[in-house]
């Protein structure tokens, strides 16, 4: 036994001078490498982490510009609906009872333009799946947004401004035709 003791406390004094005390097995401390990672995070740490991804797989390059160019489609029409919400608001012009056009054609461009250069600085900084994460996110906003615009807009505005009743008979209709 003291055979055995004395060749742990050789090994234990080499370890010492040779590594890190925390890679000593016989001074490892659950509660001290608990503390330790938890106030930062080393390379023996970062080794251990599984979950993160710093580079660009082709399976993941590929389904990003899926995303993008859904996006950009999209994006595309939504712009074109609103353009056209622009221009038929413009022909009333101030009068009141106009339709309101929302959003400016304009403003969404520079929408867009904050969204796509999110994901390109999100991929630049190789953050995979934040990137993914985020474009998917944006993909399913917009797309909900674009359902919004064509199912859910009713069918029948009325632009026409309120009929005044001062020089109108009431035996007139009340469309034009």
Same mark, same amino acid.
């Given at each position: 036994?003291?055979?055995?003791?004395?060749?742990?406390d050789?090994a234990?004094?080499?370890?010492?001078?040779?590594?890190?005390?925390?890679?000593?097995?016989a001074?490892?401390?659950?509660c001290?490498?608990?503390?330790?990672?938890?106030?930062?995070?080393?390379?023996?740490?970062?080794?251990?982490?599984?979950?993160?991804?710093?580079?660009w797989?082709r399976?993941?390059?590929c389904?990003?510009?899926?995303?993008?160019?859904?996006?950009?489609?999209?994006?595309?029409?939504?712009?074109?609906?609103?353009?056209?919400a622009y221009?038929?608001a413009?022909?009333?012009g101030?009068?009141?009872?106009?339709?309101?056009?929302? $959003?400016?054609?304009?403003? /969404? %461009?520079? =929408?867009f333009a904050?969204?796509?250069?999110i994901? @390109?600085? &999100?991929? #630049?900084?190789?953050?995979?799946?934040?990137?993914?994460?985020?474009?998917?996110?944006?993909?399913? $906003?917009?797309?909900i947004? /674009? %359902?919004? =615009?064509?199912?859910?807009?009713s069918?029948?505005? @009325?632009? &026409?401004? #309120?009929?005044s009743?001062?020089?109108?008979?009431?035996?007139?209709?009340f469309?034009y035709t």
């Amino acid at each position: 036994m003291a055979l055995i003791q004395r060749h742990l406390d050789a090994a234990a004094a080499d370890d010492q001078v040779a590594e890190d005390a925390y890679d000593n097995t016989a001074s490892w401390n659950m509660c001290q490498q608990v503390h330790k990672y938890g106030m930062f995070c080393d390379a023996d740490c970062q080794a251990l982490d599984t979950f993160r991804v710093d580079e660009w797989s082709r399976s993941d390059v590929c389904l990003l510009v899926i995303m993008i160019v859904f996006m950009g489609a999209m994006m595309l029409l939504v712009f074109a609906k609103r353009v056209k919400a622009y221009e038929r608001a413009a022909m009333w012009g101030d009068e009141p009872g106009a339709p309101n056009p929302g $959003l400016p054609p304009g403003a /969404m %461009l520079m =929408l867009f333009a904050i969204v796509f250069t999110i994901i @390109v600085v &999100l991929a #630049a900084l190789k953050f995979v799946n934040e990137t993914l994460v985020f474009a998917v996110v944006a993909c399913v $906003l917009l797309f909900i947004y /674009m %359902l919004k =615009l064509t199912l859910f807009e009713s069918r029948k505005q @009325v632009f &026409l401004p #309120a009929r005044s009743s001062r020089n109108t008979s009431l035996n007139e209709p009340f469309y034009y035709t």
